[in-house]
């Protein structure tokens, strides 16, 4: 049974109802050029009858189209792809490609119905004919068009006259033969259609008894093609005929078997060259048998060798196909995933001069301001000393000053008596003055530190109180600059004030000890003791300041009646 002449109607149909998206950015519109100039060539070729290049032009524009998701085309393309394949002979090829159509199809009835009905071809092409009678039925149903869904119809009657149910066939094929109007009769497309069923409703006739009906049917559809100039369809009419004359007249059988031969080999149809063949070989109604049998066999040996080197071809170019776009996507990826890792690379480097910016200001700020810091312990500490100094001036010898004065200008210093109390005031005040400038002198820094210490600890040394310092060797002084040297000696130095005017101590302990990092100071004392909150109001908020100006620390633990401890550390 032939395809329906409406099925490249139908296919030409599909082409201009592809609609063209909008462009969405140049790539998109470069692609759509490339991908449109491939699918005309390939329509091109497949009007030619070059199929192979047809369908690997149609494959290729697929691909760019799929890039741009144009699901009209993709759609369209899968048809025709299967449709060179159930040309060609590739009839599961065929069910295949048509059924990745499906996807994109969406909710458009015309490509499903006819999606369908390409499925109904390709299974009765198998011989699975139920099939075949289950999708042209659900193409019917698709069809919104009348003339469509008729056309589906009348592929169900073949299917049944290849079951050889012809009474079924019958019952189908009647009602669709009144249903063209005589309005419509004129028309090209209507009188094809009616041929169709005109010639297989008579052959119909003629399988189930009814002779004489059925080649009066068959015989006006050939008719209806000669005069249409469906040499396609008159194929079909000639095998019909033959059949017929096979019992009644061989030779007329054989006449309309080499017509059918003749047309079928002009128009490249290869099973209806077989089908004419088989007829002639049957009837062996001249001396040509022979030459009929071995064209047959040769013929279908090529035809078979065509065909499974077409499904090898078409197999590979969809592989070819499959394996450049998954290559593509992989190239696409990784070209992603570089251009992602260049702009997170991008990214980073901004970020990282951001924050080395802000790291930089930050640290600029943060040493100025330890540097102000510093300046202004530095500067508390110099003013607290100042201070000191001013206020034991005034406390111990200015008043000591005034009675000396008072007492020389009261007192007559002519006689021995006044004269020795008057010397031994100003010795004492002139002791006095020897303490504060002991206890504000410069600090050796050189070799002589250590001597100089010893020196200024033992001056607090007396009958009732006893000063011991240890491990005063065992620091490496070299190691020490002299700024943190002076701030030592300083610091040990209002130690002793602190102790002498507040600790009433007689025994002071000061061990010294060093690691890498630091030089750590332990004063201890056996002295009166105070509440640690008021260690500020003893003067001792100097050495805090002091100790502070070398980034050390200073604690202090003490209570009351129960002696007087301070740890220094300070870094090496």
């Known amino acids: 049974m032939l395809r329906s002449p409406f099925f490249y109607f139908i296919i030409t149909l599909f082409l201009f109802s592809c609609e063209e998206k909008k462009i969405i ?31 690997y032009q149609f494959n290729k524009s697929k691909v760019l189209y799929e890039a741009i998701k144009d699901s009209a085309n993709i759609s369209y393309i899968h048809i025709m792809m299967a449709d060179i394949q159930q040309t060609n002979g590739d009839y599961y090829g065929s069910k295949e490609t048509v059924t990745e ?52 119809i009348q592929n169900i009657a073949a299917v049944y006259i290849q079951q050889k149910k012809y009474e079924k066939a019958i019952a189908v094929l009647e ?50 093609r000669v005069e249409t100039n469906d040499t396609y369809g008159s194929i079909e009419s000639y095998l019909h005929l033959a059949d017929y004359y096979s019992k009644k007249d061989k ?104 924050v080395f910016i802000f790291l930089v200001i930050l640290i600029a700020i943060l040493i100025r301001y330890y540097k102000n810091k510093n300046k202004a312990i530095e500067f508390k500490s110099s003013y607290d000393t100042e201070t000191r100094i001013s206020k034991k001036i005034h406390d111990e010898l200015a008043n000591d000053v005034f009675q000396v004065i008072a007492f020389a200008e009261s007192q007559p210093l002519a006689t021995e008596y006044t004269k020795e109390n008057l010397l031994q005031k100003l010795d004492d005040i002139y002791g006095r003055v020897r303490g504060i400038s002991k206890e504000n002198n410069k600090i050796e820094t050189g070799k002589d530190f250590t001597k100089s210490i010893k020196e200024m600890l033992s001056a607090y040394n007396t009958v009732e109180r006893n000063i011991i310092a240890t491990n005063l060797e065992s620091v490496n002084w070299e190691d020490v600059d002299d700024i943190k040297k002076i701030t030592i000696g300083r610091v040990l130095q209002e130690l002793m004030v602190n102790m002498k005017k507040h600790s009433k101590a007689n025994l002071v302990v000061i061990k010294f000890e060093s690691d890498q990092k630091s030089i750590l ?52």
Do not use: W
Request: glycine share 4%.
């Open 251 to 354: 030779q007329k059988s054989d006449e309309n078997a080499l017509l059918a031969y003749k047309v079928a080999t002009k128009m490249n149809s290869v099973d209806e060259r077989l089908e004419a063949l088989q007829i002639l070989v049957s009837n062996d109604n001249t001396s040509n048998t022979p030459k009929y049998t071995q064209k047959y066999f040769t013929l279908n040996d090529s035809i078979i060798k065509v065909r499974n080197n077409f499904k090898n071809k078409s197999a590979k170019i969809k592989y070819d196909a499959k394996k450049e776009k998954d290559e593509n996507e992989k190239l696409r990826l990784e070209k992603a995933e570089n251009q992602l890792s260049l702009q997170k690379a991008k990214y980073l480097r901004i970020v990282f001069v951001i």
């Open 521 to 572: 100071i332990n004063y201890t004392d056996n002295g009166v003791g105070c509440e640690k909150d008021k260690i500020s109001k003893n003067g001792l908020q100097n050495m805090e300041h002091r100790i502070q100006t070398v980034k050390g620390t200073i604690e202090f633990e003490t209570e009351p009646e129960n002696g007087f401890k301070a740890r220094i550390a300070i870094p090496i």
């Open 101 to 152: 159509a499906l996807p994109y199809i969406k909710k458009n009835k015309v490509y499903i119905a006819n999606i369908k009905n390409m499925l109904g071809i390709a299974d009765k092409e198998l011989s699975l004919y139920d099939d075949a009678i289950y999708y042209y039925k659900l193409a019917a149903n698709e069809h919104t068009d009348p003339h469509l869904k008729q056309i589906s």
């Open 25 to 55: 950015n140049p790539d998109t519109e470069s692609i759509r050029k490339e991908a449109l100039i491939l699918r005309n060539k390939a329509i091109e070729n497949f009007d030619k009858q070059n199929f192979n290049t047809a369908y």
């Open 175 to 224: 009602p669709l033969l009144i249903s063209i109007s005589d309005k419509t009769s004129k028309n090209k497309d209507y009188l094809k259609s009616k041929s169709i069923r005109i010639d297989n409703l008579g052959f119909a006739y003629f399988k189930n008894g009814m002779d004489e009906k059925g080649f009066r049917l068959m015989t006006e559809g050939l008719q209806i």
